[in-house]
């Protein structure tokens, strides 16, 4: 088996009904057989798995339609419980392709390949901090909602990753959210993000007035 930046390696593999961006953290709780065997392997190893959003099918008993972009995570704490299920705290460390699935034997399995930024236009400091301003709008009217979140969150000044956490932040669909994690360069990304904040503030605009 081939070690990551090379092309083409294996990972275990978790399909969810929720993705997983770079820099979010996942809570995990595991129940199911396959499940507890691979992450005693997971955890026997480096701590990494893939996390792949299920596009149509349901998270339990197989079967389901996989995303074929995906998020690797490392396992940065676990407990075991007496009847043998795990909680788990994982955060996405970054971006794979999945080449191609294994069978399940005895849990879901791939092969990936790193599938870094691709080379795009810059992205200013102004456009940047135009984003964060529109994230905080957004967040700001989902507190007067109701909701208990952070209306001003730590962003990274690093475009690329402050993308990845404005789309982990906003209140964005999981298929928007895979949409954030396939955008091919950060200036993409970036403009993607934009355009899905600007939606989500009208929204949320219109549920204030009634």
Do not use: N
């Not at 995570?73 to 007496?82: G, L, P, S, T, Y």
């Amino acid at each position: 088996m081939s070690e990551p930046g090379g092309a083409g390696y294996e990972r275990p593999m978790f399909p969810l009904g929720s993705g997983l961006l770079p820099s979010a953290v996942l809570p995990l709780h595991i129940f199911e057989d396959r499940y507890r065997v691979m992450i005693r392997r997971v955890l026997d190893g480096d701590r990494e798995f893939g996390v792949a959003l299920i596009e149509r099918g349901k998270e339990t008993g197989g079967g389901e339609v996989r995303a074929t972009t995906a998020t690797i995570a490392q396992v940065i704490d676990a407990a075991e419980f007496d009847d043998g299920r795990w909680a788990i705290a994982a955060v996405g460390t970054r971006r794979v392709r999945v080449l191609d699935w294994l069978p399940d034997d005895p849990h879901p399995r791939a092969i990936v390949d790193d599938w870094p930024d691709e080379p795009g236009d810059a992205v200013s400091p102004g456009q940047l901090d135009e984003l964060i301003g529109r994230l905080k709008r957004v967040l700001g009217l989902v507190a007067e909602l109701g909701h208990d979140v952070d209306i001003d969150p730590d962003l990274a000044s690093d475009p690329a990753l402050a993308g990845y956490q404005i789309g982990a932040l906003a209140p964005l669909g999981d298929f928007d959210r895979q949409r954030v994690l396939t955008a091919p360069t950060v200036s993409a990304r970036i403009v993607m993000l934009g355009d899905m904040l600007e939606e989500q503030e009208l929204l949320l605009q219109a549920q204030l007035r009634g």
